[in-house]
């Protein structure tokens, strides 16, 4: 499968099979994330997989989203949130871990695995749960596991829509 293919066909799931995830695929959707790249190779991340029934559990009430606890895993992306003010006024690790996160959604798809990014979920609980120091911030959330559904395409803009060239238009 090429990158377009696998971008075309994603989709975000909410209906999870109980089917356990393979270690060896989970290793696969973690390795894209490691070799994602980040703002002067400075890798400041840390990806918790939660697997634990209880702990799984207690993250679905953080994020607030029941279907999340459908999913054998959680995966919960982390940055250090330091200075690190990329010259266009962007956090890094916040683009950092955006970029790590997209890596391991393609990466899933291309295994045969759904995922949900998330962003709206309580931090605090969230942190909580999983021990996560006060400096760290959790940038993004996504089930994984294997898809109980096959959601259709959502409407895309065209690119007339969303591209303009030499001046913003």
């Known amino acids: 499968m090429d990158v377009l293919s696998a971008i075309e066909g994603r989709r975000s799931i909410r209906k999870y099979s109980s089917k356990p995830v393979e270690e060896e695929k989970l290793l696969k959707v973690l390795e894209a994330a490691r070799l994602s790249p980040s703002a002067k190779n400075r890798q400041e991340w840390k990806f918790v997989v939660a697997r634990d029934p209880e702990i799984r559990e207690k993250l679905t009430e953080a994020i607030g989203q029941p279907f999340v606890g459908e999913a054998p895993i959680i995966l919960v992306c982390c940055g250090t949130e330091t200075e690190g003010i990329m010259k266009c006024g962007q956090p890094r690790y916040t683009v950092d871990l955006s970029i790590a ?69």
């Open 101 to 169: 996160t997209a890596y391991m959604i393609l990466e899933a798809y291309e295994q045969g695995l759904g995922t949900c990014w998330l962003g709206s979920f309580d931090e605090n609980m969230v942190k909580d749960v999983l021990d996560i120091p006060e400096e760290v911030r959790v940038v993004s959330i996504t089930p994984l596991g294997y898809p109980d559904e096959s959601p259709s395409p959502r409407p895309r803009k065209s690119l007339d829509q969303i591209v303009c060239y030499d001046k913003y238009k």
